[in-house]
Nanobody, 121 residues
Framework: QLQFVESGGGSVQPGGSLRLSCVGS???????????IGWFRQAPGKGQEGVAC????????DYLESVKGRFTASRDNAKNAITLQMNSLKPEDTGIYYC???????????RGRGTQVTVSS
């Protein structure tokens, strides 16, 4: 069963950058199967929201309006991973970030334990 492991989180100041990684337990770039992989985040005391959604087949991605132009999801075939490059981070980007093989929140059963992102001065 496909499972993901997220990594790359940390603490940064506003305006900083982080690069998250979402590695699959099975080949997510098998040409016979394709997935839509979602990145989600959950801020303290709030529900999960979808941040980005990317097709493993085409690499095309959609984004939450508030992160457009700052976040970029991409494929890393060599590492069997989906990455999320986050630039110009804001305090409101703080939360636990998850990835899963679905795009509508909440993150499904394929998600990992998440990775913490903290943006604070």
């Amino acid at each position: 069963q496909l499972q993901f492991v997220e990594s790359g989180g940390g603490s940064v100041q506003p305006g900083g950058s982080l690069r998250l990684s979402c590695v699959g337990s099975e080949n997510i770039f098998d040409y016979t199967t394709f997935y839509t992989i979602g990145w989600f985040r959950q801020a303290p005391g709030k529900g999960q929201e979808g941040v980005a959604c990317i097709s493993t087949m085409t690499g095309s991605a959609d984004y939450l309006e508030s992160v457009k132009g700052r976040f970029t999801a991409s494929r890393d075939n060599a590492k069997n991973a989906i990455t999320l490059q986050m630039n110009s981070l804001k305090p409101e980007d703080t939360g636990i970030y998850y990835c899963a093989a679905n795009c509508l929140p909440p993150a499904g059963g394929s998600r990992g334990r998440g990775t913490q992102v903290t943006v604070s001065s």
